[in-house]
T-cell receptor, first 112, second 113 residues
Framework: DAGITQSPRHKVTETGTPVTLRCHQT?????MYWYRQDPGHGLRLIHY???????DKGEVSDGYSVSRSKTEDFLLTLESATSSQTSVYFC???????????FGQGTRLTVV | AQKITQTQPGMFVQEKEAVTLDCTYD???????LFWYKQPSSGEMIFLIY??????QNATEGRYSLNFQKARKSANLVISASQLGDSAMYFC??????????FGKGNQVVVIP
């Protein structure tokens, strides 16, 4: 299995605080993705990256920013967390032309 | 932006029976890929099967097959001989030319003994 890990796995934070989630992959995959999963909405794309320092917005990018300074790391930042950002966050990575995207284990974020 | 539609409500299927999960997509790209993933109650995302838009044969992986109808823009997943362990949420996804991989809302499947 591809090595892709998310940290932390669980986090509780207060409204208004900044939060950074980390996704780390060891497969030298070009593409990386951040999704959020909420009941009834499936997986919605927040941001994705197509290379170092190359990122683009997904369908639910408001309130989130990302950075990719190295191939292996893709960071998701909530600048000022809100209760509506309580969710399960998944990171994924994929190589160019690959027939499978590999997922991290997910991060459960609760904003109180 | 591409759109992936999975509209079936929760499905109950008898053990050893086959089940078909519907997925339609909308894209103007000529080249794209279609994926199905399984998410059991434990939460991990498990890759099941892939179909490329130029593949002439329908993809198969063990008990999973993908019924690809390009003109209708549908990519239905067929699970044959259902097992109790197939109870899960199933997601259809599409990767367009932009590589902006997007998912549908999912189908819940419950296998009954």
């Amino acid at each position: 299995d591809a090595g892709i890990t998310q940290s932390p796995r669980h986090k509780v934070t207060e409204t208004g605080t900044p939060v950074t989630l980390r996704c780390h992959q060891t497969e030298n995959h070009r593409y990386m993705y951040w999704y959020r999963q909420d009941p009834g909405h499936g997986l919605r794309l927040i941001h994705y990256s197509y290379g170092v320092k190359d990122t683009d917005k997904g369908e639910v990018s408001d309130g989130y920013s990302v950075s990719r300074s190295k191939t292996e790391d893709f960071l998701l930042t909530l600048e000022s967390a809100t209760s509506s950002q309580t969710s399960v966050y998944f990171c994924a990575s994929r190589q160019q032309g690959a027939t499978e995207a590999f997922f991290g284990q997910g991060t459960r974020l609760t904003v109180v | 932006a591409q759109k992936i539609t999975q509209t079936q409500p929760g499905m109950f299927v008898q053990e050893k029976e086959a089940v078909t999960l519907d997925c339609t997509y909308d894209t103007s790209d000529q080249s794209y890929g279609l994926f199905w993933y399984k998410q059991p109650s434990s939460g991990e995302m498990i890759f099941l099967i892939y179909q490329g838009s130029y593949d002439e044969q329908n993809a198969t992986e063990g008990r999973y097959s993908l019924n690809f109808q390009k003109a209708r823009k549908s990519a239905n997943l067929v699970i044959s001989a259902s097992q109790l362990g197939d109870s899960a949420m199933y997601f259809c996804a599409m990767n367009p030319e932009s590589n902006r991989l997007a998912f549908g809302k999912g189908n819940q499947v419950v296998v009954i003994p």
